[in-house]
């Protein structure tokens, strides 16, 4: 059995929960999301928390009754406080910058590129050299920030490129004489 599906989600004050079946929403005061729970899995509201167990004993339900669990507590993070990912840029002329609602990247290109804001999304850069992305949504935020990423993703030489904060590149040693 699941450690994780095993613990009910409390739903904190300022927050309502519905579940309509096999749909989960939560709306909050960063807005509001929902989650549509896979049909092995059974879901209940009680007492202010929702309650996630297998309809049978089979693999795949045991399997995907945690990971339900784990969605429907980001919905309660999501709505409550947000996510962030913290993006760096590295090399010399790369850099990020806002124009309108569009994110404006320099990467070393012929040409810039332009990633227009997905909506439910925000970015910013408070440095011409770091971007943050921001959303109540966990996996859109994710992404978002993927995306960007893949644009240049860092190279293991010289480590020239966009990696999230935090992110270890392994470096190589160059060609020897």
């Not at 896979?38 to 990971?67: C, S």
């Amino acid at each position: 059995m699941s450690r994780v599906g095993k613990k009910p989600v409390t739903v904190p004050s300022g927050v309502t929960a519905t579940v309509d079946g096999q749909t989960v929403k939560m709306k909050g005061p960063k807005g509001q999301l929902q989650f549509i729970v896979h049909d092995d899995v059974e879901v209940k509201l009680e007492n202010g928390q929702v309650k996630v167990k297998p309809r049978t004993e089979t693999n795949r339900a045991r399997a995907l009754y945690g990971t339900a669990r784990a969605q429907v507590a980001n919905l309660v993070e999501g709505v409550t406080k947000g996510f962030e990912k913290k993006l760096e840029i590295t090399g010399v002329g790369y850099r990020a910058a806002m124009q309108g609602k569009n994110l404006q990247l320099a990467l070393g290109y012929s040409h810039d590129v332009i990633y227009p804001i997905p909506e439910g999304i925000t970015i910013t850069v408070p440095k011409p050299t770091e971007i943050t992305v921001a959303g109540s949504d966990i996996q859109r935020v994710g992404q978002v920030a993927a995306e960007i990423r893949s644009y240049r993703p860092p190279e293991p030489y010289k480590g020239k490129g966009v990696k999230y904060v935090g992110e270890f590149i392994f470096r190589k040693e160059g060609k020897k004489k």
